[in-house]
């Protein structure tokens, strides 16, 4: 069965721009999850999708938001890209959501300059 | 606010020297404990998921156990290929079913040969 993938794998972007990331979960998983990874935070969850409607969000600004297909797929966007943006931008999918082991893609590694 | 504090930050082993990685979580209600393993430039790998206090997991030379403050991960006689970051998460029990993972920062493990 085929991971969870994740495109681009790498990305740069200057600031001011907006960028949007996509995700297709293993197959039959219907939630997907999106996290931030940084050197100093470490892994902050940003928001989950389920159905196609977004079911939590973290706390993060509104420039990001995310949205999920009918086919389980999910795309995130930021817009106006600051520096402090770059980041590894993690997805992970699991059948339903809650306590289930979620799995995770490789990422997209986004610099802002 | 749930937290996650993972000890020690940093951990050098010699080929074949046990030991142990601390988990202590504060949540209002656990629904799972999640250990994953991730390498430079990759997404998190599974590794075990724990529901209640003392229930331990095992696989080849890593096992996890729970108890209701904290998880330990033990390795028995590592191997270098075992170098890597180790990450706690929980996921708490929350109205909305939803798949939010809270982790902490992580314990870098170096195996040297």
């Known amino acids: 069965k085929a991971g969870v993938t994740q495109t681009p794998r790498y990305l740069i972007k200057t600031r001011g721009q907006q960028v949007t990331l996509s995700c297709s979960p293993i197959?039959?998983?219907?939630?997907v999850s999106w996290y931030q990874q940084t050197p100093g935070q470490g892994l902050q969850f940003l928001f989950e999708?389920?159905?196609?409607?977004?079911?939590n969000k973290g706390n993060f600004p509104g420039r990001f938001s995310g949205r999920q297909f009918s086919n389980s797929r999910s795309e995130m966007n930021v817009s106006t890209l600051e520096l402090g943006d770059s980041a590894l931008y993690l997805c992970?999918?699991?059948?339903?959501?809650?306590?289930?082991?979620?799995?995770f893609g490789p990422g997209t590694r986004l610099l802002v300059l | 606010e749930d937290q996650v504090t993972q000890s020690p930050e940093a951990l050098r082993l010699q080929e074949g020297e046990s030991s142990s990685l601390n988990c202590s979580y504060t949540?209002?209600?656990?629904?799972?404990l999640f250990w994953y393993r991730q390498d430079p430039g990759k997404g998190p790998e599974f590794l075990f998921t724990?529901?209640?206090a003392g229930e331990e997991k095992e696989k080849e030379r890593l096992k996890a156990t729970l108890t209701k403050k904290e998880s330990f991960l033990h390795i028995t006689a590592p191997k270098p290929e075992d170098s890597a970051t180790y990450l706690c998460?929980?996921?708490?029990?929350?109205?909305?079913?939803?798949?939010?993972?809270?982790f902490g920062g992580g314990t870098r493990v170096l195996v040297k040969p």
């Open positions: 992970a999918s699991s059948f339903t959501g809650a306590g289930e082991t979620q799995y």
């Open positions: 998460a929980v996921q708490a029990v929350i109205k909305a079913a939803g798949n939010k993972l809270t």
């Open positions: 197959s039959g998983h219907r939630s």
């Open positions: 949540v209002s209600g656990l629904r799972g």
């Open positions: 999708y389920f159905s196609e409607t977004q079911r």
């Open positions: 724990l529901y209640s």
